[in-house]
T-cell receptor, first 112, second 115 residues
Framework: QKEVEQNSGPLSVPEGAIASLNCTYSDRGSQSFFWYRQYSGKSPELIMFIYSNGDKEDGRFTAQLNKASQYVSLLIRDSQPSDSATYLCAVNRGGSQGNLIFGKGTKLSVKP | GAGVSQSPSNKVTEKGKDVELRCDPISGHTALYWYRQSLGQGLEFLIYFQGNSAPDKSGLPSDRFSAERTGGSVSTLTIQRTQQEDSAVYLC?????????????FGPGTRLTVL
């Protein structure tokens, strides 16, 4: 089982719709969870982080964490063409180790 | 303030040559990470430095890869006797401290091409 799994997509949604990106992880000891956005040819940039079960909202973005199900998701409301990018889910290793384990990313395409 | 910087932005080398990649973290960040990203792949962890502690080298793919961090700031990743499979974008990131809990900020990367 891969440590962090994401659907590679592409996920295509119309402008203004809600985009839902999902991620599962295998290490039950993981404590922190991150969503990064990566435009083609660019480096990843942080969108959101979440540490506790439940929802965390920031503008059009909502991160959801369910540690029992080992599942983290990112919702993007009112999707815009500028949201078109690859979204990387990252999870820290259990035991407070520093490095993050990244999924391969989900490519999102928002159609005008 | 200034973000993470990396140099060179692009490096083309011949198989068998050694290369050095440089990372300048955000000022005040004690943790520094190296990752690499091959075409169409996710980020692969290579090595992690935290303050004065011994680095976590668990992600280095072979003994041809090494890294050092001088004075707790700038880091250099060295790849000896480069192979074509080393071609990738090498990304450096830094964070404040609290291993695994703090946000990592990425530099622009170095695109390495081994001919």
């Amino acid at each position: 089982q891969k440590e962090v799994e994401q659907n590679s997509g592409p996920l295509s949604v119309p402008e203004g719709a809600i985009a839902s990106l999902n991620c599962t992880y295998s290490d039950r000891g993981s404590q922190s969870f991150f969503w990064y956005r990566q435009y083609s040819g660019k480096s990843p940039e942080l969108i959101m982080f979440i540490y506790s079960n439940g929802d965390k909202e920031d503008g059009r973005f909502t991160a959801q964490l369910n540690k029992a199900s080992q599942y983290v998701s990112l919702l993007i409301r009112d999707s815009q063409p500028s949201d078109s990018a690859t979204y990387l889910c990252a999870v820290n290793r259990g035991g407070s180790q520093g490095n993050l384990i990244f999924g391969k990313g989900t490519k999102l395409s928002v159609k005008p | 303030g200034a973000g993470v910087s990396q140099s060179p932005s692009n490096k083309v080398t011949e198989k068998g040559k050694d290369v050095e990649l440089r990372c300048d973290p955000i000022s005040g960040h004690t943790a520094l990470y190296w990752y690499r990203q091959s075409l169409g792949q996710g980020l692969e962890f290579l090595i992690y430095f935290q303050g004065n502690s011994a680095p976590d080298k668990s992600g280095l793919p072979s003994d041809r890869f090494s890294a050092e961090r001088t004075g707790g700031s700038v880091s250099t990743l060295t790849i000896q006797r480069t192979q074509q499979e080393d071609s990738a974008v090498y990304l450096c990131a830094s964070s404040h401290n609290r291993a695994g809990m703090d946000t990592q900020y990425f530099g622009p990367g170095t695109r390495l091409t081994v001919l």
